[in-house]
């Protein structure tokens, strides 16, 4: 007997998951109601749709409730499509969005195939995904502390020393230790901010303290370790590429890599014109940061040496010959697009571009070389 499916859309909040369900045809979706939204309710749910002979197709939208509803979904067999927000279809015209429209519209447009899913990271990547984030934020955080404490200098027209060029150097804050105000208050408002400063330096230590130690021991330690025998991609820049993108693999070349961080130009052509903008910033934001700031030691001449050298050491044949074209290959071009009178931020752009197809040859090497030793 030919097995039929049922499509299932969900609209999920905080506390609350919106079901319709779209049959297979052209029949309208039909709304089955509002479940708790957690794992018990979820497992009620599916065993009930679960008939014989019926195969579930379960979609809902990426938000801030994370992956594990899809976790409780599969875990029970059924396939679940965790979905783009940005690339779901919208109606022109269509004004009017509430839970049970959301849900219906999900399972109507899941049985067209017209939504695309996510890549869900599994349980371990996801920690160390959070962990990288949290070191982000503590990041903003001590931009901020030191904002503030610039901003009560200014107030009170209290500059530094000619001789001291720039700031937060070890000079700089001796000398923020040896300012006195005249009030009381004063003083403890600007003793705070220094505190709060130190503080935060100290969070940063231990969260790096803890990536540093989670890269040695965690399951794409190799392929971390790889990737820093590229110029430019130092530790933590390593992690944040892999945690972000988990699976080289599952990209079919370097472009499609490309075109999933949003390193691409955009185009509108039509008939004989063909129009190219700047690039379209799709994507994983973080990951994106992350290569410029990395394609910017290709402006240096190609050399093998300090940590570089380092890393290179005990890495593949592979790797070594990579690292070195890489440099060669970008150092060239971004000579070459310097000359044409390209801005620099323009080149670094097309250099970071570029420098993509060099880490997925060699985080897609070490991978399958993983898969045929664990094989």
Not at 259 to 287: A, C, D, F, M
């Amino acid at each position: 007997m030919k097995n039929t499916t049922k499509y299932v859309g969900m609209d999920v909040s905080k506390d609350k998951i919106a079901v319709a369900i779209a049959d297979e045809g052209r029949e309208a979706p039909r709304f089955y109601g509002t479940i708790a939204h957690n794992p018990d309710a979820v497992a009620k749910l599916i065993r009930k749709l679960q008939e014989k002979d019926v195969v579930l197709e379960v979609c809902y939208e990426a938000g801030p409730t994370g992956y594990d509803l899809y976790h409780w979904i599969t875990r029970m067999g059924v396939s679940c499509a965790v979905i783009a927000p940005s690339r779901i279809p919208v109606r022109a015209g269509d004004s009017i969005k509430t839970d049970r429209r959301d849900a219906e519209r999900l399972a109507q447009l899941h049985r067209a195939g017209e939504l695309t899913p996510i890549h869900v990271p599994t349980r371990e990547t996801e920690a160390l995904r959070d962990l990288v984030r949290a070191r982000e934020d503590v990041k903003e955080d001590l931009h901020r502390a030191r904002q503030r404490i610039i901003h009560f200098l200014l107030r009170h027209h209290i500059h530094p020393p000619a001789s001291m060029k720039r700031r937060w150097t070890k000079m700089y804050r001796q000398w923020l230790a040896t300012l006195t105000y005249e009030r009381k208050v004063e003083q403890t408002v600007f003793d705070e901010y220094l505190q709060q400063l130190r503080e935060i330096e100290e969070r940063i230590k231990r969260l790096e303290a803890t990536l540093r130690e989670a890269a040695e021991v965690c399951i794409h330690a190799p392929v971390i370790r790889a990737i820093q025998g590229l110029r430019g991609v130092a530790l933590l820049t390593a992690i944040t590429l892999v945690v972000e993108i988990e699976s080289f693999e599952r990209f079919r070349s370097p472009v499609q890599l490309m075109s999933y961080l949003g390193l691409v130009p955009r185009e509108h052509s039509s008939g004989p014109t063909t129009r190219r903008g700047g690039l379209t910033k799709t994507g994983n934001s973080r990951v994106r940061r992350a290569l410029i700031e990395a394609a910017w030691s290709y402006r240096h001449r190609p050399a093998v040496k300090g940590d570089l050298e380092k890393c290179l050491e005990g890495q593949s044949a592979h790797t070594q010959e990579v690292s070195w074209k890489a440099q060669n290959r970008l150092h060239t071009k971004y000579l070459r697009l310097l000359r044409k009178g390209k801005h620099k931020n323009l080149v670094v752009a097309a250099i970071g571009r570029e420098l993509v197809g060099f880490i997925w040859s060699i985080a897609v090497s070490v991978e399958r070389s993983a898969q045929h030793q664990a094989a």
